[in-house]
């Protein structure tokens, strides 16, 4: 196998790939409670579309067939991000944890375009190498929105959500233990006089006993 059959091999992984995303990112946009988040999805999906379209055209330009090759390296970083939005509960955690699926994508992409786009450039694929770099800018870019995100509001909300639930609790707890504990303690006061009492009059008897 050569260099540029190995690439061949790569793009038709990365076509897969991205024939993956353009279904699976809708559903992380109607996962997400985030406006911006949203936003944001909707907004890469037509990058990915566009993604799809120059991969077509990099394979006119190598003179080879579009063919895509399976890809099970995202298929199970989306299945990953498949079960996390099954399994929670819409808000900003689950906002966290679906950039956190995405970035996953974004970074895996990234990684495969700029090897892509390194053979290319060896092999002087000059056509390639502007399609696969103009790509590779635009998941960079992704990426570097979804950090923002994260940093600057989502994140922020996901911890402000979670001591809210926190204190909650806490408060819950503490209602839950004054309610069990106060008649006890009425119980042990009325006890203790009871105790007090008693020894009372056993001193004062003895005292009387001395006397006789």
């Known amino acids: 196998m050569t260099l540029q059959d190995k690439l061949l091999e790569e793009l038709r992984d990365l076509y897969h790939a991205e024939k993956q995303l353009v279904k699976a990112l809708p559903k992380m946009a109607k996962a ?14 037509e990058e990915t ?9 990099a394979f006119a330009a190598m003179d080879e067939k579009v063919r895509a090759k399976p890809c099970p390296g995202m298929a199970g970083i989306i299945q990953e991000g498949s079960e996390m939005m099954q399994e929670g509960e ?16 974004e970074h895996y992409e990234i990684g495969a375009y700029g090897t892509c786009a390194a053979w290319a450039r060896l092999l002087r694929l000059d056509d390639v190498v502007t399609l ?11 990426d570097k929105k979804l950090t923002a995100l994260a940093e600057q509001e ?3 909300s996901a911890a402000s959500e979670g001591m809210g639930e926190e204190q ?3 408060e819950e707890e503490t209602v839950s ?8 303690s009425g119980r042990s ?10 020894a009372t009059t056993s001193r004062a008897r003895a005292a009387d006993r001395r006397r006789r």
Do not use: C, W, Y
Request: aromatic content about 2%; proline content about 3%; glycine content about 2%.
């Open 168 to 170: 909650e609790m806490e």
């Open 154 to 156: 989502v994140n922020l």
């Open 132 to 142: 696969l770099e103009q790509t590779l800018e635009e998941e960079k870019a992704a």
């Open 189 to 198: 006061r009325s006890a203790s006089r009871r105790q007090s009492s008693s």
């Open 32 to 45: 997400s409670t985030h406006e911006d988040l949203r936003d944001a999805f909707e907004s890469h999906l």
């Open 49 to 57: 579309r566009e993604h799809v379209t120059r991969l077509e055209e």
């Open 90 to 105: 819409p808000g900003s955690v689950l906002d966290a944890a679906i950039i956190s699926a995405a970035q996953r994508v």
């Open 177 to 184: 233990s004054s309610r069990s504990t106060g008649p006890s």
